[in-house]
C-alpha cells in the first residue's frame, strides 16, 4: 500500500532553516509528481509545492517561492523540501502528498484533496 511518512520538522527560530523528508513506498515513485502541502489548525491544506517526475519541473507557491526548495531522490525514493528564512507563518504541519494530476501552480489545488498524504511534520517557528 501506498505509504508516505515525513520527518524533519521541529522548532526553529525566525530566519532559521530546516530540511523536510519524505520516505515513500508501495508505488513506483519515479512516475508520480509530488507535492508539499501544510496545514495550520481549522484551515484547509495549503499547497506549498509540487516536482516532476524526474525532477525537472517545480513551483511553488508565492508566500513561500524564493526561500524554499523542492527536490527529489527517485533511487531512494525520497521527497525533500529545503526551507530556509522561515517565518512564523510558515508555522503549520508540513504534509508529503500524492495528487492524481500533475501541475505547478496554487489554482490546481484549490479545495482540491491528494490522493494520499503523510502523517505529517510539525514546523514551528518562533523565538
Known amino acids: 500500500q501506498v505509504q508516505l511518512v515525513e520527518s524533519g520538522g521541529g522548532l526553529v527560530q525566525p530566519g532559521g532553516s530546516l530540511r523536510l523528508s519524505c520516505q515513500a513506498s508501495?508505488?513506483?515513485?519515479?512516475?508520480?509528481?509530488m507535492t508539499w502541502v501544510r496545514q495550520v489548525p481549522g484551515k484547509g491544506l495549503e499547497w506549498v509545492s509540487s516536482?516532476?517526475?524526474?525532477?525537472?519541473?517545480?513551483g511553488y507557491a508565492d508566500s513561500v517561492k524564493g526561500r524554499v526548495t523542492i527536490s527529489r531522490d527517485n533511487t531512494r525514493k525520497l521527497l525533500y523540501l529545503q526551507m530556509n528564512n522561515l517565518k512564523p507563518e510558515d508555522t503549520a504541519v508540513y504534509y508529503c502528498?500524492?495528487?492524481?494530476?500533475?501541475?505547478?501552480?496554487?489554482?490546481?489545488?484549490?479545495?482540491?484533496?491528494?490522493?494520499?498524504r503523510g502523517q505529517g511534520t510539525q514546523v514551528t517557528v518562533s523565538s
Open positions: 508501495g508505488f513506483s515513485f519515479r512516475t508520480w509528481a
Open positions: 502528498a500524492r495528487y492524481p494530476f500533475e501541475a505547478y501552480s496554487e489554482s490546481w489545488y484549490r479545495e482540491r484533496d491528494p490522493d494520499y
Open positions: 516536482i516532476s517526475k524526474g525532477g525537472e519541473t517545480s
